[in-house]
């Protein structure tokens, strides 16, 4: 297992590396070995991916997205709908309040959640970042995701777009 940890770290490079840049699609392969969703739930029941996500006060998406700048930085869970999740390997994700999209990206890769989460009712926590839109890597996502799903960068109202690096997630689906 440690082994394969190391190949899984070689492939995605280390967190330094990878803070402002998309993981090559060929590191997905090592992540989906190493990292396969490790939470199924019933439907109506939560699963859980990454560390625990911890009691506490919990933003609503809406609220969140209507002014993310006091978050830079700042662990917060917030709740809100799935709409997709990367197709390859599970390890990034894009929230709604209906109108506006956020991702969420797993933390260093060390996890993954249900790639058929879509739709699911999510509470994500996580240190809340800026970045700048890159194109290369807003082609990268569109890539891994669902055919015609909505990618938050490009609905950016800027050049900077907002992120939560996610180390624990909830999910629930609905029956």
């Known amino acids: 297992m440690r082994t394969l940890f190391l190949l899984v770290l070689a492939a995605c490079g280390t967190p330094s590396e990878n803070a402002d840049q998309a993981v090559a699609p060929e590191a997905h392969e090592a992540h989906e070995a190493a990292a396969p969703a490790e939470a199924t739930a019933a439907a109506g029941d939560w699963a859980s991916f990454g560390a625990p996500v911890t009691e506490g ?3 609503s998406i809406a609220a969140f997205l209507d002014d993310p700048t006091p978050y830079e930085g700042k662990s917060v869970r917030v709740q809100g709908k799935v709409t997709d999740v990367c197709q390859k390997a599970g390890c990034w994700m894009v929230m709604t309040d209906d109108t506006r999209h956020l991702r969420v990206t797993m933390k260093d890769h060390d996890f993954s959640v249900d790639k058929q989460g879509a739709g699911a009712d999510c509470i994500v926590e996580g240190v809340v970042k800026s970045k ?43 029956s």
């Open 57 to 59: 006060e919990i933003v």
């Open 132 to 174: 700048a839109v890159d194109p290369k890597e807003v082609a990268h996502f569109k890539s891994e995701s669902s055919e015609g799903a909505v990618i938050p960068e490009e609905q950016a109202q800027s050049d900077k777009t907002w992120e939560i690096v996610a180390a624990g997630v909830k999910m629930r689906k609905e």
